[in-house]
Structure formats: structure tokens, C-alpha cells
């Protein structure tokens, strides 16, 4: 129990430092969040957790191909957010990467590639 509350508050104190961090300096802050901190987190939580190594490939393998249909959000979140706000922004931002993740799932397994069973 106190290695799960442990890994809640580094993971945890990682956002609020992020976050911190954007107050300040917003590229920095968007740098250091660009970062795949939360990965690496996960890999070497899993790591320490003794997964398997296939375990961990796949983690890292799986995660390339989900971070693809996210990266328009970044994109049209700002516009969305001038024209509508950010709740609205957010909402739709969403409903979007749900849409391209959908489309992406459908043009991947063309080549094979399933990431929902």
C-alpha cells in the first residue's frame, strides 16, 4: 500500500510541477510536458513491479501508436479555445481525438496493427 501511495504522489507531483512551471514560462512548461515523463514513470514503475519484458515492449510499442491521433488536439484546441472558450474547446478537442482514434484504429488494421482487441 505505501509503494502505490508513493508512486500517486511522484506521479502526481510531477503535474503539479508541470503546472507550477507553465505559470511561470509557458514554453518551458509545454517543453517539460512534452516530455514522455509519464512513461518513462510507467516503464520504470513497471519495471520495478517485475513485468515481464514482452509486458513492457508492448507498453512502449502500443503508446507510439496512441500518441499519434492525439497530436491534431494540440493543434486545434487553441483555435477552438479563441473562438469558443475553453470548456467548449475542450469538448470538442476531445470528441475529435475520439473520432481519429476510431479512423486510425481502421486505417492501422489495413497493415495489420490492432491496438483494441
Not at 29 to 58: C, D, F, R
Not at 83 to 101: D, E, K, Y
Amino acid at each position: 500500500m505505501v509503494y502505490i501511495i508513493f508512486k500517486y504522489a511522484i506521479t502526481a507531483a510531477l503535474v503539479v510541477i508541470i503546472s507550477e512551471i507553465v505559470k511561470r514560462n509557458d514554453r518551458l512548461g509545454s517543453l517539460i510536458a512534452s516530455l514522455p515523463l509519464v512513461m518513462i514513470l510507467t516503464l520504470i514503475w513497471l519495471h520495478l513491479e517485475s513485468a515481464s519484458a514482452e509486458k513492457i515492449s508492448n507498453h512502449a510499442y502500443y503508446t507510439f501508436w496512441f500518441v499519434i491521433p492525439t497530436l491534431p488536439m494540440f493543434l486545434v484546441f487553441p483555435k477552438l479555445n479563441a473562438m469558443f472558450g475553453f470548456w467548449m474547446a475542450l469538448t470538442l478537442s476531445s470528441l475529435m481525438t475520439i473520432l481519429l482514434f476510431y479512423l486510425f484504429q481502421i486505417l492501422l488494421s489495413r497493415f495489420g496493427i490492432q491496438l483494441f482487441p
